[in-house]
């Protein structure tokens, strides 16, 4: 079953990693200014029977257009299939009710907010002052990159700069992060 996934975004801002973050970020996460890329926005994906879109930004009840706004999904439990292919995980921690989107044997998993930039998955000492439970999303966060790490699996979060794909490796005892090549 092919899946197909677009990155969507309503802009980018550039700001210092600790605006954000509890430390700044390793210079290869930094643009030219030293400043980390936020983007806004989510992700379309597409099977060959379905249309799913991820991480509207705000209320998707009460922003969405009125089609989507009817198709919304709620889940409860650790992780549901909500259309062949795409399984919603619980990831707590960011706020209630987060979850990641892994779409299985595609091995292709967004992380929405559960790490906002590659850098957080690569050491366990990162927090955001977005988290509503700070140690509980370190310690989710952990537990992903742990689980993703050689794993093969492309991975992006909804507000890395430009909603790149990447992949987490063991280097020499060490996690690292390596953007995968663009398709585009």
């Given at each position: ?9 309503d ?12 430390q ?11 400043l ?8 379309l ?25 009817d ?34 044997r ?5 992380l ?16 955001s002052?977005?988290d509503?439970?700070p ?8 537990a ?27 280097v ?13």
């Amino acid at each position: 079953m092919t899946r197909v996934v677009t990155p969507l975004s309503d802009g980018e801002l550039h700001i210092p990693a600790t605006e954000l973050l509890n430390q700044d970020l390793p210079a290869e996460f930094l643009d030219a200014d030293g400043l980390m890329g936020v983007n806004f926005g989510g992700f379309l994906i597409r099977t060959p029977e379905h249309t799913v879109v991820v991480e509207l930004p705000g209320d998707p009840c009460a922003r969405a257009p009125r089609p989507l706004a009817d198709a919304s999904a709620l889940h409860d439990g650790e992780g549901a299939e909500i259309v062949p292919g795409v399984t919603l995980r619980l990831a707590p921690g960011h706020t209630p009710g987060h979850c990641i989107v892994d779409l299985g044997r595609d091995r292709v998993v967004l992380l929405a907010d559960a790490a906002h930039n590659p850098a957080q998955l690569l050491r366990d000492d990162y927090a955001s002052v977005t988290d509503v439970d700070p140690r509980l999303a370190q310690r989710t966060r952990a537990a992903l990159a742990e689980e993703l790490t050689d794993s093969g699996a492309l991975i992006t979060m909804t507000h890395d700069a430009g909603n790149r794909l990447g992949r987490l490796e063991r280097v020499d005892g060490a996690r690292r992060w390596a953007y995968a090549p663009s398709i585009e």
